[in-house]
C-alpha cells in the first residue's frame, strides 16, 4: 500500500488513550503511520484522584477544562492527533442499587444516533486501522460500554453510502481490534516475575478478582511489540495529573522488568476484510501487503 497509513483510536475519556494502547500508538508515529485520538466525553464527572491534588477548590470547579489541558499535553507527548466527539461523561455510578446514570450523559445516548460524529470523523480522517474495547468496555463503565457500541455502529455505517448521508464520502475501514493490554496473561506474568525478584506485587488482589469473577479469558490475536515505547507511555500518563499519581500503583513494577517480561500491546481483532494469518505482531498486517 502505497498510500500513508492511518490508525485511529477511541476512547471514552481523556487519560483512556495514555493507559490503553499508547505505546503502540507512539511506536506507529514514529514509524510515519498517521494516528488519530478520538475522545467521547470530557471526563467531566471523572474525580480527583491523584491523592496529591485532592481537594484543591480551582481543580475541582473547573475539571472539564483541566482535563482538557491534560489531555492537549498527553497528545503532545504521543505524538498523535486528537478529536472530541462532545458527550457527556456519565460518571461512574456507585452503590447498590446502582443509581440511575444521569440524563444527557453520554451512557444513555442512543448508539445510532451518538455514531453520527464518529462516521464523520472516519469519513476524513479514512482510518485502515480502528482501535476500541469490547463488549464490556475493558471494565464495567457505562461510557466504555457505549464507547464499544457507538464504535461498532460506526464502523460498519462508514463504508455504506446509505447511511448518514451528508458525513462525507464513505470509507471502510479495513480492521477493528479491541484493546486488551490488561489481560490475565499479562497480569500473572509481571506478578511471578515481581515475586521472582523479592519484590511487592501490585496485581496480587487484580488476580484474585479475577479468579472469583469467572470470567473466560480473551482471545489475544495481536501482540505488538513496542517497549521501547513504555516511557512515552508513561510520560503520556503523567500528563493527566488529576487522574494519575506517579508514585502510586501504576508505576510500582520497574520499567526493565515491564520490558524484558512483557515487551508488547496486546489486541483481540474483532473485525477483518482483509486477510490475515494469527496470531499477529501488527495491526497493519494484512493490510501493508495489499
Avoid at 9 to 16: K, Q, T
Wanted: net charge negative; with cysteine.
Amino acid at each position: 500500500m502505497s498510500d500513508q497509513l492511518r490508525l485511529m483510536a477511541v476512547h471514552a475519556h481523556p487519560d483512556d488513550e495514555s493507559s490503553k494502547g499508547a505505546a503502540t500508538m507512539a511506536k506507529y508515529v514514529a514509524e510515519g503511520v498517521d494516528v488519530l485520538v478520538v475522545t467521547c466525553t470530557g471526563g467531566e464527572r471523572g474525580s480527583i484522584l491523584n491523592p496529591k491534588l485532592q481537594g484543591d477548590p480551582y481543580l475541582e470547579e473547573h475539571i472539564h477544562e483541566v482535563r482538557a489541558k491534560e489531555m492537549a499535553e498527553a497528545r503532545e507527548i504521543l505524538g498523535v492527533k486528537q478529536e472530541w466527539l462532545g458527550f457527556v461523561d456519565s460518571g461512574l455510578p456507585e452503590g447498590d442499587p446502582l443509581p440511575p446514570l444521569p440524563e444527557g450523559c453520554f451512557g444513555l445516548v442512543d448508539p445510532e444516533e451518538a455514531a453520527e460524529p464518529l462516521v464523520r470523523l472516519i469519513r476524513s480522517f479514512r482510518p485502515h486501522v480502528i482501535l476500541t474495547y469490547d463488549e464490556n468496555g475493558g471494565y464495567p463503565h457505562p461510557d466504555h460500554i457505549m464507547t464499544h457500541k457507538v464504535s461498532m455502529v460506526a464502523f460498519e455505517a462508514a463504508g455504506d453510502a446509505t447511511r448518514y448521508p451528508g458525513t462525507g464520502e464513505p470509507w471502510q475501514p479495513l480492521k477493528l481490534y479491541y484493546q486488551q493490554g490488561f489481560n490475565r496473561a499479562r497480569t500473572q506474568a509481571l506478578h511471578e516475575a515481581m515475586l521472582a525478584r523479592g519484590l511487592e506485587s501490585p496485581y496480587e488482589e487484580w488476580l484474585k478478582r479475577w479468579e472469583e469473577s469467572g470470567m473466560p479469558e480473551r482471545n489475544l490475536t495481536t501482540r505488538v511489540p513496542c517497549a521501547e515505547y513504555f516511557p512515552v507511555r508513561d510520560k503520556a500518563l503523567i500528563a493527566h495529573a488529576t487522574q494519575i499519581d506517579p508514585d502510586g500503583g501504576w508505576f510500582r513494577v520497574p520499567m526493565e522488568v515491564q520490558q524484558e517480561v512483557w515487551p508488547t500491546e496486546d489486541f483481540e481483532l474483532a473485525r477483518s476484510h482483509v486477510d490475515t494469518s494469527l496470531p499477529e505482531s501488527d495491526l497493519f498486517a494484512g493490510i501493508r501487503q495489499n
